[in-house]
Antibody, heavy 118, light 110 residues
Framework: EVQLVESGGVVVQPGGSLRLSCAASGFTFDDYTMHWVRQAPGKGLEWVSLISWNGGSIYYADSVKGRFTISRDNSKNSLDLQMNSLRTEDTALYYC???????????WGQGTLVTVSS | QSVLTQPPSASGTPGQRVTISCSGSSSNIEINTVNWYQQLPGTAPKLLISSNNHRPSGVPDRFSGSKSGASASLAISGLQSEDEADYYCAAWDDTLHGPVFGGGTKLTVL
């Protein structure tokens, strides 16, 4: 059974940093591109970043470019998101998701909540 | 402001057929396939329709998708109370190098 479990969400002050993690199991992790998608409270889905199976291709949404860094450790079946210079508008539930093909996200975690507030 | 455009709400009575539209552009829907996600209250999104009209295993055939040009639609026939959820369309965007989402449509079963 495919499982994605996010962790690391906390309350952080504006300008602060945070590292989210996603533990994957139930599939061959290094066969898949992985994504982070976020959802602000009461709002819709917003794609954040993706990383290809070997880390050779990485892309970010304009809203986080230069502040967030995605990475993966295939030996540990884990996906990370380093978030720096956090803003109040980064407050959201952050999901990691597996890509089936070209942006089709076939499995999602339950999300981890990041709150940026003073 | 979402890249793809969906109506914010839709509604129907049990047994009815409802459709949800999704409008995009030449960098996303027009040249790539469309996916639909269902998000039940308090849960993570779930892939409902992929590649315009493919239902993953376990998705009832009451759900169907279609695409024409830069627009797509999701149809739900034989509406049931458990279909009450938020529905999001999405497609790969060649300019942004990532998937783009619609703003979501909240479906209410009256």
């Amino acid at each position: 059974e495919v499982q994605l479990v996010e962790s690391g969400g906390v309350v952080v002050q504006p300008g602060g940093s945070l590292r989210l993690s996603c533990a994957a199991s139930g599939f061959t992790f290094d066969d898949y591109t992985m994504h982070w998608v976020r959802q602000a409270p009461g709002k819709g889905l917003e794609w954040v970043s993706l990383i290809s199976w070997n880390g050779g291709s990485i892309y970010y949404a304009d809203s986080v470019k230069g502040r967030f860094t995605i990475s993966r450790d295939n030996s540990k079946n884990s996906l990370d998101l380093q978030m720096n210079s956090l803003r109040t508008e980064d407050t959201a539930l952050y999901y990691c998701a597996r890509e089936q093909n070209l942006g089709t996200l076939d499995y999602w975690g339950q999300g981890t909540l990041v709150t940026v507030s003073s | 402001q979402s890249v793809l455009t969906q109506p914010p709400s839709a509604s129907g009575t049990p047994g009815q057929r409802v459709t949800i539209s999704c409008s995009g552009s030449s960098s996303n829907i027009e040249i790539n396939t469309v996916n639909w996600y269902q998000q039940l209250p308090g849960t993570a999104p779930k892939l409902l329709i992929s590649s315009n009209n493919h239902r993953p295993s376990g998705v009832p055939d009451r759900f169907s998708g279609s695409k024409s040009g830069a627009s797509a639609s999701l149809a739900i026939s034989g509406l049931q109370s458990e279909d009450e959820a938020d529905y999001y369309c999405a497609a790969w965007d060649d300019t942004l190098h990532g998937p783009v989402f619609g703003g979501g449509t909240k479906l209410t079963v009256l």
